[in-house]
């Protein structure tokens, strides 16, 4: 039985999700997984096309035109890059309210992959701020976050996992273990907890890991975590995501919060 037999991906017209097509797809084939692949975006006024779009003309103001352009395109690059039945479009119906749709969705897929936020591009604003954050804590499912700049063809070669003793964390191992290349090269860090607790299970998979316990800094981990995946060059870090629903907004941890703001690798993150 594959543990990873269903992905959800997020589509949109915005530039980067051709990159989050091609990890989907990486690990579709790798997994023999299905990706639906689930176009969910609230119409936006914008001023110019993405780079995503292939004619340069600029976008009518009408809301229904520019959503249609949007969907139209999104469409394209999924049927061009069909892999048979491995892939197949979705659609959130408009005016079902888009992030409890998808979080819907997520809870009958076994991975989500969605892309980071980018401000700078006219046409991801379709998606709430807090997309991704919301979409994590809300469905419980494991979500391959893409940075929103950098190439990643596939992920799982060179791992950074941030252990703490919580639910989440250990919710995060667990979901990445089915992601990791046979031959991967695995390093897990923590702070003010043993890293190595989790030694016997990394083992029981046949996994090789490095460990290393910091010194707590609660202000800086983010910043560090980031820093040390560089210096390991790796292409995917395994965390916890951190936070909770308050008065209709959603609080998230420093860590999450500074991760998502910079991240520049693949991130994996449950909650």
């Excluded at 914008?46 to 976008?59: D, I, K, Q, R, T």
């Excluded at 409890?100 to 701020?129: F, M, S, Y």
């Excluded at 929103?148 to 941030?162: K, N, P, Q, Y």
Aim: with cysteine; hydrophobic share 45%.
């Amino acid at each position: 039985m594959n543990q990873v037999a269903s992905i959800l991906l997020h589509i949109d017209a915005s530039a980067r999700c051709r990159m989050r097509l091609e990890v989907a797809r990486a690990l579709a084939r790798r997994l023999d997984a299905m990706v639906t692949a689930l176009y969910a975006s609230v119409p936006q006024p914008a001023n110019s096309p993405s780079e995503f779009f292939v004619e340069g003309s600029w976008l009518m103001p009408d809301l229904s035109a520019f959503d249609a352009r949007c969907r139209a395109q999104a469409r394209s690059l999924v049927d061009a890059a069909q892999d048979g039945p491995r892939l197949h479009w979705a659609e959130v119906p408009q005016g079902q309210g888009l992030l409890r749709q998808v979080v819907r969705e997520a809870w009958v897929h076994d991975l989500v992959v969605l892309g980071q936020r980018n401000d700078g591009d006219p046409a991801a604003a379709g998606v709430p701020t807090d997309f991704v954050e919301s979409v994590v804590v809300g469905s419980g499912k494991p979500v391959l976050v893409v940075p929103s700049s950098g190439h990643f063809a596939d992920v799982g070669h060179r791992v950074l996992v941030a252990w703490k003793p919580t639910r989440e964390a250990a919710r995060a191992l667990s979901s990445a273990l089915p992601l990791l290349q046979p031959d991967a090269s695995v390093h897990v860090v923590a702070w003010g907890c043993d890293p190595a607790e989790v030694r016997p299970l990394l083992l029981r998979h046949g996994i090789q890991a490095d460990y290393s316990q910091e010194a707590t800094d609660g202000d800086r981990v983010g910043e560090y975590l980031l820093s040390r995946a560089a210096d390991l060059d790796a292409d995917l870090l395994v965390m916890g995501c951190y936070g909770h629903a308050r008065a209709r907004e959603l609080l998230l941890g420093g860590v999450t919060r500074t991760v998502l703001r910079s991240m520049t690798l693949p991130v994996l993150m449950a909650h």
